[in-house]
């Protein structure tokens, strides 16, 4: 698959474009509302087919260049458009879709800290892993590293899983996320991670 040309800038930041990410564009954004203020981390979990890791069925999905055929469970998701900011591989490789500038189509319906439509004001990042087991040592480093960039240019107060703003329709990342290692890592006081997912 054939990368953006997106410029990496000699900042962290360019439109943003994170510099250590891989750039692939998504044609699934949209502009953010007026005044938005992106002060939330969404943090979810991705295979394809689910369970199975290391191919490009991720970055197809988001560009809307997966071969529906190419198995049983594509079928089930046919015609899906949606895309993420941010993508952590097992390995720890870090891929974006959308400047974090726009708004990314990764939290569908949903309501926390009070407001709905979190896609609205939020950063979606999706790591590669199934919804409850255990994810790897690589992807919480290059996570640690990109909330820690992500809060330097943005008013980041809030960081859930999509089963936090999507209660009852989303579980993941799910149980096996290790919520206070992260917080723990980047040393973010307990009030920004949800409720009983941290130590205090």
Same mark, same amino acid.
């Given at each position: 698959m054939n990368q953006? /040309?997106? =410029?990496?800038?000699? *900042?962290? &930041?360019? /439109?943003? &474009?994170? +510099?250590? $990410? +891989? %750039?692939?564009?998504?044609?699934?954004? *949209?502009? +953010? %509302?007026?005044? $938005?203020?992106? /002060?939330?981390?969404?943090?979810?979990?991705?295979?394809? %087919? %689910?369970? +199975?890791? *290391?191919? /490009?069925?991720?970055q197809r999905l988001f560009t809307n260049t997966l071969d529906w055929n190419a198995h049983p469970y594509f079928r089930s998701i046919e015609g899906m458009q949606v895309s993420s900011h941010f993508y952590i591989r097992r390995n720890g490789e870090l891929w974006q879709f959308v400047s974090c500038d726009e708004r990314a189509w990764h939290a569908g319906v949903s309501h926390y800290r009070g407001r709905d439509n979190c896609n609205d004001d939020s950063i979606g990042i999706e790591l590669e892993g199934l919804e409850g087991e255990a994810f790897e040592a690589p992807q919480y480093e290059t996570l640690t590293s990109l909330c820690a960039a992500l809060a330097q240019r943005y008013p980041v107060r809030h960081i859930a899983g999509h089963e936090h703003i999507a209660p009852g329709r989303k579980g993941d =990342?799910?149980?096996?996320? $290790? &919520?206070?290692?992260? !917080? !723990?890592?980047?040393? &973010? =006081?307990? !009030?920004?991670? =949800?409720?009983a997912t941290t130590a205090s």
């Open positions: 953006s /040309d997106t =410029p990496a800038g000699t *900042g962290l &930041w360019h /439109d943003g &474009w994170y +510099r250590f $990410a +891989r %750039p692939l564009c998504s044609p699934n954004f *949209g502009p +953010r %509302p007026a005044k $938005a203020t992106i /002060d939330l981390l969404v943090l979810h979990s991705i295979s394809l %087919p %689910p369970g +199975r890791y *290391g191919g /490009d069925e991720v =990342p799910g149980a096996g996320f $290790a &919520w206070t290692r992260l !917080q !723990q890592s980047l040393a &973010w =006081p307990a !009030q920004y991670f =949800p409720e």
